[in-house]
């Protein structure tokens, strides 16, 4: 089993900056594929990037390239997510997930492990 806990989330104001970090403990060596979603009220959990064991595959959602990097430290076994000119619309739980397989892929199914979230709160 792999344990994620991911930290980092907040209360930020439109245009700000965050950097979520996702740990990752247990049978690490076991870790392909990471990735980041996020899930708003009333709404699907949806993908946000992902980022494959060497770093050099990465992927963004088309709402968020530009302004979210994806990153690891397998050193540290932790993922990073800088989130910078935040939106209102960036307002949401987002989850750390991490999968076996190295294919960087969206499909939250083909995540094998997810972390308990971290709420993201972006004022207008």
């Known amino acids: 089993q792999v344990q994620l806990v991911e930290s980092g989330g907040g209360l930020v104001q439109a245009g700000g900056s965050l950097r979520l970090s996702c740990a990752a403990s247990?049978?690490?060596?076991?870790?392909?594929?990471m990735g980041w979603f996020r899930q708003a009220p009333g709404k699907e959990r949806e993908f946000v990037a992902a980022?494959?064991?060497?770093?050099?595959?990465?992927n963004y959602a088309d709402s968020v390239k530009g302004r979210f990097t994806i990153s690891r430290d397998n050193a540290k076994n932790t993922v990073y997510l800088q989130m910078n000119t935040l939106k209102p619309e960036d307002m949401a739980v987002y989850y750390c997930?991490?999968?076996?397989?190295?294919?960087?892929?969206?499909?939250?199914?083909?995540?094998?492990?997810w972390g308990v979230g971290t709420q993201v709160t972006v004022s207008s």
């Open positions: 247990g049978r690490t060596f076991s870790t392909g594929t």
């Open positions: 997930a991490a999968r076996t397989s190295n294919v960087v892929v969206k499909t939250p199914d083909a995540y094998d492990y």
């Open positions: 980022i494959s064991i060497t770093g050099i595959m990465t």
